[in-house]
């Protein structure tokens, strides 16, 4: 029995070398898998713009001072005038006349009156004085720049700018493998 027992081992131990040498593979090649893949990519980073913006400007009409207002001072000098004034030469009195009547020597006492005379004299009219005299400013229009609104710089945030992008990426490398055949073909 013993011996049947081992018999039907090395039977089926025979059956399964048979079997294994009789296994068959054949070489499988995978290809590379890939698939397309949408992402968002940056284009252009946000950043910050200057926009310089010049002054505004206008014509305007400006009165100006040409020459400023003066006083003058000038001298009037002293008016005189002549006047003729009566003066009393000689003043009334007696006096001896004597006079020669047939010889005779005639002596008598006559009044004579007071003797007047014109005379000239310079008069002081009005005193020497200081006038002083103001002259208005003159003025001329002249057209200027004026400032409306002063020059600037506006400072601008431009925000990043994104896009979509397609991009091929690899799934799987791929590659190669034995697979067993269900029954060898020799």
Known sequence: MRYIALVGIAALAL??????AQ???RRVVDPPQYST??????????????EYTPAVT???PQTVVVRPEQTI???VPAQYAVEAETVQVSPAHREWVTRDE???VIGCWVNVPARYAQVAHRVLVSPAHVVSQTIPEETATRMVVEVVEPAHVVEHVIP????ERERTVLVSPGGAHWATLDTCER
């Open 58 to 60: 206008q014509l305007v």
């Open 37 to 50: 893949v949408v992402e968002r990519v940056l284009v252009a980073p946000a950043r910050e713009a200057s």
């Open 102 to 104: 047939d010889g005779d």
């Open 23 to 25: 296994q068959c593979y």
């Open 160 to 163: 990043a700018q994104y896009a």
């Open 73 to 75: 001072e000038r001298l």
């Open 15 to 20: 059956t399964c070398a048979e079997a294994e």
